[in-house]
């Protein structure tokens, strides 16, 4: 195999499918191996590029594969599907991720840590028990409904709620046990989240990014570090626009010929970054329209002639060119576009 110069990899549980070739690009290797075999197979093979479909659990087997000296290319799975050809199985996935990872104008995936991949463990245990939350909330104001029962919005009116339904005498015997059993998994969960709360801000503070981003208005720490640990290689983006694009805050392009046309935001990438922006901007534009922010004139001029949601996801795509220019100069936030370096901020 000394001709091979590049190998595209259909990972699974316990089956991996390999698809070989050459300089010209002709087959050389088509091999289905186990799980075991595979890693044997690539640590005594001469170091070359290996292409994976980014996909669950392949940034583990990028690092694996990174150790025995080979260039790991994570493709996205929407780049790979266009070079399958017919018929769906593993060898035909292996070849058109082989295909895929050659094409000169193709984007990658970085390899993402292991202490990245547990930031965002973190992250994520806290957007599951949020939403379980909610639920529960939910459920609790529809049964309190049912008894004639009502609360303001908003999750501080909860203990509000629950008071006046222990306090209610009137309630049947096994209608206030189940409210009592509701409020124990409400204040469990509460205790959850507190906990993990308290383990992400640790996380920020220990991390230099983090608190850098942190001082973009609309950012908060966990936004922060969100953007730290899911952005490997801000190198990747060739400017504040293209990392916008990567989340998804631009507009759809349907151009054709001499006429330009543009739609909603593509939502493209990724969800979470997407959302933490935006319900950060529209937090910003909430404080703006109440007179209690400091609001820059653009955004003043900005909502003036535009709807707040609007505004909201035009704010986001600017908080994440500002995210971009962070990174990418190691530069610290300033609002009057005066930037200073980490070296000055320490002297």
């Not at 895929?100 to 995936?109: E, G, I, S, T, Y």
């Not at 222990?166 to 509460?190: C, G, W």
Request: proline content about 4%; some cysteine; aromatic content about 6%.
């Amino acid at each position: 195999m000394d001709n091979l110069t590049r190998i595209g990899m259909d990972t699974s549980k316990h089956i991996f499918q390999l698809h070989g070739v050459d300089g010209v690009g002709k087959t050389v290797l088509r091999k289905k191996l186990t799980r075991k075999a595979m890693v044997a197979f690539f640590e005594q093979l001469p170091a070359t590029v290996v292409g994976i479909e980014a996909c669950g659990a392949s940034h583990h087997w990028g690092r694996v594969l990174g150790r025995f000296g080979h260039e790991v290319k994570l493709v996205p799975a929407q780049y790979v599907k266009p070079y399958v050809r017919r018929g769906k199985n593993d060898a035909a996935d292996a070849q058109a991720i082989c295909e895929a990872m050659n094409r000169p104008a193709m984007h990658f995936v970085p390899v993402k840590s292991p202490e990245q991949q547990s930031v965002q463990m973190v992250i994520g245990l806290r957007q599951r028990l949020i939403r379980q939350r909610t639920r529960l909330l939910n459920t609790i104001r529809g049964y309190a409904g049912e008894f004639g029962l009502v609360a303001a919005k908003g999750i501080v009116k909860i203990d509000v709620l629950l008071a006046q339904i222990a306090q209610n005498s009137a309630l049947p015997e096994l209608a206030r046990e189940m409210f009592k059993l509701h409020a124990q998994e409400y204040a469990q969960l509460q205790i959850e989240i507190d906990k993990v709360e308290k383990m992400l801000m640790t996380l920020h503070r220990n991390n230099e990014v983090s608190r850098r981003l942190a001082q973009i208005p609309g950012v908060g720490p966990i936004g922060a570090m969100l953007l730290a640990a899911k952005v490997t290689d801000i190198s990747a983006f060739a400017s504040g626009r293209s990392f916008a694009a990567w989340i998804g805050l631009t507009p759809r392009d349907h151009s054709s010929g001499s006429k330009t046309r543009t739609g909603r935001i593509s939502r493209a990438g990724d969800d979470a970054l997407r959302s933490v922006l935006v319900l950060g901007a529209t937090a910003v534009i909430r404080q703006a329209r109440s007179g209690r922010g400091h609001p820059s004139p653009w955004l003043a001029a900005l909502l003036k002639r535009k709807a707040a949601k609007l505004a909201a996801v035009a704010l986001a795509n600017k908080m994440a060119r500002i995210a971009w220019k962070l990174m990418a100069t190691g530069q610290y936030y300033d609002p009057f576009h005066e930037t200073r370096t980490p070296m000055v901020e320490a002297a």
